[in-house]
């Protein structure tokens, strides 16, 4: 059955403002409700002549959880307007797809693809042991350093360029900060890069 977005969850994250764990045990982080109230308002917008309604965003909805330690992976789905899902995506890193994600057209029709396809012999789990390594994170726990703003102190791409694979990790707190100096209190820190080839594992650049 397709899945819809559900209301009463919504209240019980105070409205998108709290985390709620989910009976599967996946917890939402994140949460915004679709808006029945756009059609009706494009609708009336494209009778007086307007394009779009007098408001922002096209009415969609979404969700993002996190699946239950250790594991580091997040699910993003996205609703219409009319409640039911359009996109679900599998994350490591926030940044990096995996698994199977879907895609559901206007009519209703499923498009699956196999994120894990595209990948080359290394695999997420390879970069985050090399961020385990590198004492960002602990593999056994689902632990993360967190940033002074309270998030995960890493971040995830699988990038392809000219055919040539590479993860490119991101540490977001990696070093003092060495920037300019402006108004008000400079950031605690500055990224790192590296760049693992997807092939061998290789750390073939940092920055």
Same mark, same amino acid.
């Given at each position: 059955?397709?899945?819809?977005?559900?209301?009463?969850?919504?209240?019980?994250?105070?409205?998108?403002?709290?985390?709620?764990?989910?009976?599967?045990?996946?917890?939402?982080?994140?949460?915004?409700?679709?808006?029945?109230?756009?059609?009706?308002?494009? @609708? %009336?917008?494209?009778? $007086? #002549?307007?394009? =779009?309604?007098?408001?922002?965003? /096209?009415?969609?909805?979404?969700?993002?959880?996190?699946?239950?330690?250790?594991?580091?992976?997040?699910?993003?789905?996205?609703?219409?307007?009319?409640?039911?899902?359009?996109?679900?995506?599998?994350?490591?890193?926030?940044?990096?797809?995996?698994?199977?994600?879907?895609?559901?057209?206007?009519?209703?029709?499923?498009?699956?693809?196999?994120?894990?396809?595209?990948?080359?012999?290394?695999?997420?789990?390879?970069?985050?042991?090399?961020?385990?390594?590198?004492?960002?994170?602990?593999?056994?726990?689902?632990? @993360? %350093?967190?940033?002074? $703003? #309270?998030?995960? =102190?890493?971040?995830?791409?699988? /990038?392809?360029?000219?055919?040539?694979?590479?993860?490119?990790?991101?540490?977001?707190?990696?070093?003092?900060?060495?920037?300019?100096?402006?108004?008000?209190?400079?950031?605690?820190?500055?990224?790192?890069?590296?760049?693992?080839?997807?092939?061998?594992?290789?750390?073939?650049?940092?920055?």
């Amino acid at each position: 059955m397709r899945e819809k977005f559900d209301f009463e969850v919504y209240k019980k994250t105070k409205y998108g403002a709290k985390h709620y764990v989910l009976p599967n045990k996946n917890t939402i982080i994140g949460m915004a409700a679709p808006n029945p109230e756009y059609l009706i308002a494009k @609708a %009336k917008a494209i009778q $007086s #002549g307007h394009n =779009n309604p007098p408001m922002e965003g /096209d009415g969609s909805g979404s969700q993002d959880e996190r699946l239950p330690k250790p594991s580091f992976e997040t699910i993003y789905k996205e609703f219409n307007v009319d409640g039911y899902i359009t996109i679900k995506e599998h994350y490591i890193g926030g940044r990096t797809k995996v698994g199977i994600s879907e895609y559901y057209d206007e009519s209703g029709n499923l498009k699956k693809i196999d994120e894990d396809m595209k990948f080359g012999k290394v695999k997420p789990i390879d970069a985050l042991r090399f961020l385990e390594e590198k004492n960002i994170l602990n593999l056994k726990t689902g632990e @993360a %350093k967190q940033t002074s $703003s #309270g998030f995960d =102190n890493f971040e995830l791409w699988f /990038d392809i360029t000219k055919g040539k694979k590479q993860f490119i990790i991101k540490i977001l707190e990696g070093k003092p900060y060495n920037g300019p100096y402006g108004i008000g209190e400079p950031p605690a820190a500055s990224p790192i890069y590296y760049y693992m080839d997807s092939d061998t594992g290789e750390i073939i650049s940092e920055k």
